[in-house]
């Protein structure tokens, strides 16, 4: 079966650096995609990788190993702002997307 | 700038009863989706839409149906809800398919069933 692994929760320090890991198993791949969804809201988009690497986007980055099926996001200097969920999703080889359960990052001060 | 607009926002059913969820974007885009959302499990696709008067089946599709008959609205009806149709329903839309980019979602529809 096709399966995307995040940690459930993670706590961290404001003005800290957080890294939210999500690994995956899915019938082929064509993306990676990370999103942000702040509690009773909507998720918004963060980014998109399909090739290996790191993508950075202001104080967040998002790094891709297709070989090891692993991805993680990279938060700087952490706002309180950040407290939110975060989820992984792949896109499988039927262009499908197939998403985490999610990350709850809490920032304390 | 409405972007992804749902109603109603929450919503209380008995066993039995039937509802619809309209969703409206204004962005023009040409797929629609709809997911429902559970403690501890990921986003799951019940319906999509790659068009005007489309409609297409998604992960979780029984007990759910759907229509596009503009393309800035997808309506998702309950025939008989059950409890386990409780649940936050989000509708998304995007200018292609998943492959194209960002998925835009609405602020989500929180459904109770009793």
């Known amino acids: 079966g096709q399966n995307i692994d995040q940690p459930t929760e993670m706590t961290a320090t404001e003005g800290a650096i957080v890294q939210i890991n999500c690994t995956y198993q899915t019938s082929g791949f064509n993306g990676l995609f990370w999103y942000q969804q702040h509690a009773g809201e909507a998720p918004t988009f963060l980014s998109y990788n399909v090739l290996d690497g790191l993508e950075e986007k202001g104080r967040f980055s998002s790094f891709l190993s297709r070989s090891k099926g692993y991805s993680y996001l990279l938060l700087k200097e952490l706002q309180m702002k950040d407290s939110a969920s975060y989820l992984c999703?792949?896109?499988?080889?039927?262009?499908?997307?197939?998403w985490g359960a999610g990350t709850k990052l809490i920032i304390k001060p | 700038n409405a972007g992804v607009t749902q109603t109603p926002k929450f919503r209380v059913l008995k066993t039995g009863q039937s509802m619809t969820l309209l969703c409206a974007q204004d962005m023009n885009h040409e797929y629609m989706y709809w997911y429902r959302q559970d403690p501890g499990m990921g986003l799951r696709l019940i319906h999509y839409s790659v068009g005007e008067g489309t409609t297409a089946k998604g992960e979780v599709p029984d007990g759910y149906n759907v229509s596009r008959l503009k393309k800035q609205n997808f309506l998702l009806g309950l025939e008989s809800a059950a409890p386990s149709q409780t649940s936050v329903y989000f509708c998304?839309?995007?200018?292609?398919?998943?492959?194209?980019?960002?998925?835009?979602f609405g602020e989500g529809s929180r459904l109770t069933v009793l």
């Open positions: 998304a839309s995007s200018s292609g398919g998943f492959d194209t980019g960002e998925l835009f």
């Open positions: 999703a792949v896109m499988d080889s039927n262009y499908q997307l197939i």
